[in-house]
């Protein structure tokens, strides 16, 4: 227990520190202690002026015999365990008090959702910009559009609760699309939102110097988030793995590129279907992004985002 070395220093002071308790005001019950303790002394007929100094001559020196210095170490050690005891307990008392404190002083669910809007709106003038590129539903299911609007809920969701949010664009977004629709069914509040939405391309939105295209196709890994740049997921769910459509979308468009740096902070890991992915979803992409710009760390925000079903790890659990 940390608190044995204090004890032991505070061996030969017990009694003056207790009297000096006793000024300060120690609670009635440890006075009670306190004088028990004295009791059992009387009943060993040890009295307190035993405790000073044993090698001290006193003039009698049947008082230091050898039982008696041995008794005397023995109720020193009792004493000094009560006592870290009765601090210990102090310790605790204060620290329970100090939770009550801060669970009556916790932020209502209203105080949070003010806070989380606050920052959200902050990002607007100053954040990270990320968009998502909605033009591509054409290429997917009903069911991977379902999946989509699933994937914008809890990417939102996670953009929310960030302490250093991005500031959040869906571009390509047609009213009445099936996108629209399948997000409106199936995210509670969509309307309300804190994001731009837009059916314009991200093309016209933004200078194409600024665009980045996030795609897992690229041969650039991702290095920093760069607040100056916008970064552009494909707003696509690929069960049937339509390859490098974004890629070829930003080549055609002479963009510049970026992947995540899976390669470079993680290996592949043995596993029974010897399956290796680095296309993740649109939600896990956002996730790296958004806990390596507060962290600023890849393998944190690899570790975040990227699920164990992907068949890769970090090097650094390898080992
Ligand atoms: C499910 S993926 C779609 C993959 C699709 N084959 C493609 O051509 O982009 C959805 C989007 O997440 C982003 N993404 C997924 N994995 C990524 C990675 N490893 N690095 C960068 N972006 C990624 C891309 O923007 C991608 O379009």
Redesign the pocket.
């Known amino acids: 227990m940390m608190a044995y070395p204090e004890c032991e220093m505070e061996r030969y002071t017990c009694r003056g520190q207790c009297d000096q308790q006793k000024n300060n005001g120690v609670s009635r019950q440890e006075d009670e202690d306190e004088e028990n303790f004295w009791d059992y002394f009387g009943l060993l007929q040890i009295g307190p002026e035993s405790f000073h100094n044993p090698h001290q001559s006193t003039g009698n020196e049947n008082c230091c015999s050898r039982n008696v210095l041995r008794k005397q170490r023995h109720w020193q050690k009792i004493i000094s365990a009560k006592k870290c005891k009765r601090k210990y307990e102090r310790e605790r008392r204060k620290a329970k008090h100090a939770e009550k404190k801060d669970v009556i002083h916790q932020l209502s669910k209203r105080d949070l959702k003010v806070i989380a809007k606050g920052r959200l709106l902050d990002a607007k003038e100053t954040g990270p910009r990320l968009c998502i590129d909605l033009s591509m539903t054409s290429h997917m299911t009903r069911k991977e559009i379902n999946r989509l609007a699933s994937q914008i809920r809890r990417l939102y969701g996670s953009n929310k609760k960030a302490q250093k949010p991005f500031w959040l664009y869906f571009t390509g977004f047609l009213k009445n699309s099936p996108i629209y629709e399948a997000c409106l069914r199936m995210n509670d509040g969509f309307l309300n939102y804190h994001v731009d939405a837009t059916p314009d391309s991200y093309l016209d939105l933004f200078p194409l110097g600024t665009i980045v295209?996030?795609?897992?196709?690229?041969e650039n890994a991702l290095e920093e988030i760069d607040p100056q740049k916008v970064y552009?997921?494909?707003g696509?769910?690929?069960e049937s793995?339509?390859?490098?459509?974004?890629?070829q979308e930003a080549e055609d468009k002479h963009l510049q590129t970026?992947?995540?740096p899976?390669q470079e902070y993680m290996i592949k890991n043995v596993n029974a279907k010897n399956y290796h992915s680095?296309?993740?979803?649109?939600n896990q992409?956002f996730d790296a992004l958004s806990t390596f710009y507060e962290t600023n760390s890849w393998e944190e925000a690899l570790k975040a985002a990227v699920s164990p079903g992907k068949g890769y790890v970090l090097r650094d659990s390898a080992l």
Not at 241 to 247: D, H, V, Y
Not at 278 to 282: D, F, G, M, N, Q
């Open positions: 295209y996030l795609t897992p196709d690229s552009i997921l494909g696509l769910v690929d793995i339509q390859k490098r459509l974004t890629f970026a992947r995540l899976i680095t296309i993740l979803a649109v992409v």
